[in-house]
């Protein structure tokens, strides 16, 4: 992009030289490619557009001025254009804009008593600096305005509109099958991509990009309509890359342009109008149902300092505010700071900082690393009480497994459960992996199969998320984190025995989380196997509410002992260990190790796990808490001790 010096100066007051200029552009802005003095004696600077792609303000010569004027600290004024003369609308225009988002607004003007001539010199010059061949007073006009303001403007031909009820202009997406010709004399296919504008419904233009040929203005134009809109930037880009049309118009339509630049736009042209006496404006028609208005953004000083890691004082904040043309207005240690619609690429606070860091100078700012604690680094509490129970599973003899989350039909069958209700995947890597799964038992037991033929009995579990249908289509599906876990014993024929033991485990490992009474039911058995789930999100809710402290796992050995009683077949097992472990707070595990019955009373073994978390126990300390279980349970429970 081209920059004509001489031109910049008609609003800010420079007097630096041109490669001083350059440099200060390089390290504040944007890349400066060169600069080269023309045969009029101006400087043309040219500037790296890439760097420019988030900055449509800046793809004009009152936008650079405005740079170069912050960057310069010199002042910076533009002329507020009269238009009270073109306040009236005009009846004959019509416009129907078919959506807001594709075309926030749309401006057209009727300029009569055209005079088709070759432009002033001056401003023939100008052009040829900035990279724009002239064609006429009119056309050059409206390329002077846009490359000054940064605002597109295209003048139709009014005679050669359909004028029928009035000029009934509209902007539309196109339909397939549609054409028009351009300046260019090519005529393009269109597509839904492509949005146009219309004279009477027929496309007479691509919009944002280029004219259509219909319309031409030619020798004989007297009159026109002159257009001045805002298009949607990612309509724009899409629509020039499908038909291969980039023009100056749609570089700057790419850049979300400010919508209130259309009246400047027009402001620039109708003032070149009236200065060389080419025309007369009759009225216009002004499509903005929503007005952009500008962004309020809360922030202190702190904040700047803090992300910057310098200290600016207020006063020198506020002076770089200003100078970028945002308006800042404090309230106690809070910074109100309005910003200009023109800014559209400044949103949130974080944007300030980039911008008061690029006006400062990157170079005034010493790189240094931030002063940070070399502490522990805190665990994310779901992320922790992940580890807990995997560390606690792994003491009870658990080994962790995982799976994929894609299953297949087949396995559900395996342990009679319907996938009827599972999420389907559109594009399945293949048909056993066509849903993502709502249930890990399927999983499970398709690992315990794997595991099975290799081992003659283990313990396994995996922890994941169950994904389950929305109960809406306007809902998410919902994710649950789930424990599940499988306990195979080959020799094992009694399945009750095992039942116990699965379930020892799983009332081992719920004490060690909530204190509350839990009652369990098999969740799938088949034979040498059980597998149960656990919702562990639901569970960390319970541990969180009842302030449960999450026991660490002792370093040092546990004493493992047998006690075996005869007990009446009204006695609950579950009732006995409960008393059990009240006894004392190093027993850390009471799990059923065998029962046996006969027509009489039965005999069960319990095995009871004693350890500490600070030290090795010993029979000695051990040795009371035994006898106390013993006198507790023979004399509540009415049991006797097997010798």
Same mark, same amino acid.
């Given at each position: 992009?081209?920059?004509?010096?001489?031109?910049?100066?008609?609003?800010?007051?420079?007097?630096?030289?041109?490669? /001083?200029?350059?440099?200060?552009?390089?390290? /504040?802005?944007?890349?400066?490619?060169?600069?080269?003095?023309?045969?009029?004696?101006?400087?043309?600077?040219?500037?790296?557009?890439?760097?420019?792609?988030?900055?449509?303000?800046?793809?004009?010569?009152?936008?650079?001025?405005?740079?170069?004027?912050?960057?310069?600290?010199?002042?910076?004024?533009?002329?507020?254009?009269?238009?009270?003369?073109?306040? &009236?609308?005009?009846?004959?225009?019509?416009?129907?804009?078919?959506?807001?988002?594709?075309?926030?607004?749309?401006?057209?003007?009727?300029?009569?008593?055209?005079?088709?001539?070759?432009?002033?010199?001056?401003?023939?010059?100008?052009?040829?600096?900035?990279?724009?061949?002239?064609?006429?007073?009119?056309?050059?006009?409206?390329?002077?305005?846009?490359?000054?303001?940064?605002?597109?403007?295209?003048?139709? #031909?009014?005679? @050669?509109?359909?004028?029928?009820?009035?000029?009934?202009?509209?902007?539309?997406?196109?339909?397939?099958?549609? &054409?028009?010709?351009?300046?260019?004399?090519?005529?393009?296919?269109?597509?839904?991509?492509? %949005?146009?504008?219309?004279?009477?419904?027929?496309?007479?233009?691509?919009?944002?990009?280029?004219?259509?040929?219909?319309?031409?203005?030619?020798?004989?134009?007297?009159?026109?309509?002159?257009?001045?809109?805002?298009?949607?930037?990612?309509?724009?880009?899409?629509?020039?890359?499908?038909?291969?049309?980039?023009?100056?118009?749609?570089?700057?339509?790419?850049?979300?342009?400010?919508?209130?630049?259309? @009246?400047?736009?027009?402001?620039?042209?109708?003032?070149?109008?009236?200065?060389?006496?080419?025309?007369?404006?009759?009225?216009?028609?002004?499509?903005?149902?929503?007005?952009?208005?500008?962004?309020?953004?809360?922030?202190?000083?702190?904040?700047?300092?803090?992300?910057?890691?310098?200290?600016?004082?207020?006063?020198?904040?506020?002076?770089?505010?200003?100078?970028?043309?945002? @308006?800042?207005?404090?309230?106690?240690?809070?910074?109100?700071?309005?910003?200009?619609?023109?800014?559209?690429?400044?949103?949130? @606070?974080?944007?300030?900082?980039?911008?008061?860091?690029?006006?400062?100078?990157?170079?005034?700012?010493?790189?240094?690393?931030?002063?940070?604690?070399?502490?522990?680094?805190?665990?994310?509490?779901?992320?922790?009480?992940?580890?807990?129970?995997?560390?606690?599973?792994?003491?009870?003899?658990?080994?962790?497994?995982?799976?994929?989350?894609?299953?297949?039909?087949?396995?559900?069958? &395996?342990?009679?459960?319907?996938?009827?209700?599972?999420?389907?995947?559109?594009?399945?890597?293949?048909?056993?992996?066509?849903?993502?799964? #709502?249930?890990?038992?399927?999983?499970?037991?398709? /690992?315990?199969? %794997?595991?099975?033929?290799?081992?003659?009995?283990?313990? %396994?579990?995996?922890?994941?998320?169950?994904?389950?249908?929305?109960?809406?289509?306007?809902?998410?599906?919902?994710?649950?984190?789930?424990?599940?876990?499988?306990?195979?014993?080959?020799?094992?024929?009694?399945?009750?025995?095992?039942?116990?033991?699965?379930?020892?485990?799983?009332?081992?490992?719920?004490?060690?989380?909530?204190?509350? #009474?839990?009652?369990?039911?098999?969740?799938?058995?088949?034979?040498?196997?059980?597998?149960?789930?656990?919702?562990?999100?639901?569970?960390?809710?319970?541990?969180?509410?009842?302030?449960?402290?999450?026991?660490?796992?002792?370093?040092?050995?546990?004493?493992?002992?047998?006690?075996?009683?005869?007990?009446?077949?009204?006695?609950?097992?579950?009732?006995?260990?409960?008393?059990?472990?009240?006894?004392?707070?190093?027993?850390?595990?009471?799990?059923?190790?065998?029962?046996?019955?006969?027509?009489? #009373?039965?005999?069960?073994?319990?095995?009871?796990?004693?350890?500490?978390? &600070?030290?090795?126990?010993?029979?000695?300390?051990?040795?009371?808490?035994?006898?106390?279980?013993?006198? %507790?349970?023979?004399?509540?429970?009415?049991?006797?001790?097997?010798?």
């Amino acid at each position: 992009m081209k920059i004509s010096l001489d031109w910049v100066k008609d609003f800010t007051e420079i007097n630096i030289e041109p490669q /001083k200029l350059c440099e200060l552009l390089s390290l /504040k802005l944007s890349e400066v490619e060169n600069f080269e003095t023309t045969k009029s004696n101006d400087v043309v600077i040219e500037i790296e557009n890439k760097a420019l792609t988030h900055r449509g303000d800046c793809f004009s010569i009152e936008g650079i001025a405005r740079e170069i004027s912050a960057i310069t600290k010199c002042s910076f004024n533009i002329p507020n254009y009269d238009l009270t003369k073109v306040s &009236n609308r005009n009846p004959a225009i019509n416009i129907n804009v078919e959506s807001i988002k594709d075309c926030p607004r749309y401006t057209a003007v009727k300029i009569t008593n055209i005079k088709l001539c070759p432009s002033p010199q001056e401003i023939q010059t100008r052009l040829i600096n900035c990279g724009i061949r002239p064609i006429n007073n009119i056309v050059d006009f409206t390329n002077y305005a846009m490359l000054e303001t940064g605002q597109p403007l295209h003048a139709f #031909d009014a005679k @050669k509109l359909n004028k029928e009820g009035g000029y009934n202009l509209g902007v539309r997406r196109a339909r397939e099958g549609e &054409n028009v010709e351009t300046l260019d004399d090519v005529t393009r296919n269109l597509s839904k991509h492509s %949005l146009i504008i219309t004279n009477d419904d027929k496309p007479i233009a691509l919009a944002g990009i280029m004219g259509g040929k219909d319309t031409e203005m030619d020798e004989n134009t007297t009159e026109i309509i002159l257009e001045a809109a805002n298009f949607n930037n990612f309509v724009t880009r899409k629509s020039s890359r499908k038909l291969g049309l980039r023009t100056e118009a749609s570089l700057r339509f790419e850049k979300n342009l400010d919508s209130n630049l259309t @009246k400047r736009g027009i402001g620039k042209f109708i003032f070149l109008i009236n200065k060389y006496n080419t025309g007369k404006v009759e009225g216009f028609n002004n499509f903005y149902p929503e007005k952009q208005t500008a962004t309020v953004i809360e922030t202190t000083l702190d904040f700047f300092n803090k992300n910057l890691g310098i200290v600016l004082k207020k006063e020198e904040v506020l002076d770089i505010l200003s100078s970028l043309t945002f @308006k800042a207005s404090t309230e106690g240690d809070t910074l109100k700071i309005t910003i200009p619609t023109f800014r559209r690429d400044v949103s949130i @606070k974080e944007d300030l900082v980039e911008e008061i860091a690029r006006i400062y100078g990157y170079e005034n700012i010493t790189p240094k690393l931030p002063s940070k604690s070399m502490g522990p680094t805190m665990l994310e509490p779901n992320l922790d009480f992940i580890r807990q129970v995997k560390e606690l599973l792994k003491v009870l003899g658990y080994s962790e497994i995982y799976s994929y989350s894609f299953v297949g039909e087949d396995i559900y069958k &395996n342990v009679g459960l319907s996938a009827k209700n599972m999420l389907e995947i559109l594009n399945p890597i293949s048909p056993q992996l066509m849903f993502i799964r #709502d249930n890990l038992l399927p999983s499970m037991y398709e /690992k315990v199969e %794997l595991n099975k033929n290799s081992f003659d009995n283990f313990k %396994l579990f995996e922890i994941g998320k169950e994904i389950h249908k929305p109960e809406t289509k306007n809902d998410l599906p919902q994710e649950i984190y789930t424990l599940c876990v499988a306990y195979y014993d080959k020799n094992q024929t009694d399945l009750e025995t095992l039942y116990r033991k699965a379930k020892g485990d799983i009332e081992t490992f719920i004490a060690n989380f909530s204190d509350e #009474d839990i009652t369990l039911e098999p969740a799938v058995i088949k034979p040498n196997l059980v597998m149960y789930k656990i919702n562990l999100e639901e569970l960390h809710r319970n541990c969180l509410a009842r302030g449960k402290e999450i026991k660490d796992i002792s370093k040092y050995p546990p004493v493992i002992e047998n006690i075996s009683f005869y007990v009446k077949k009204k006695n609950r097992v579950g009732n006995i260990i409960k008393k059990i472990k009240a006894a004392s707070s190093l027993i850390t595990t009471v799990e059923l190790e065998d029962t046996y019955k006969d027509e009489g #009373d039965k005999s069960i073994t319990l095995k009871i796990v004693y350890q500490d978390i &600070n030290k090795s126990l010993s029979d000695y300390e051990i040795a009371p808490i035994r006898e106390q279980i013993i006198r %507790l349970l023979e004399k509540g429970e009415e049991l006797k001790v097997r010798k």
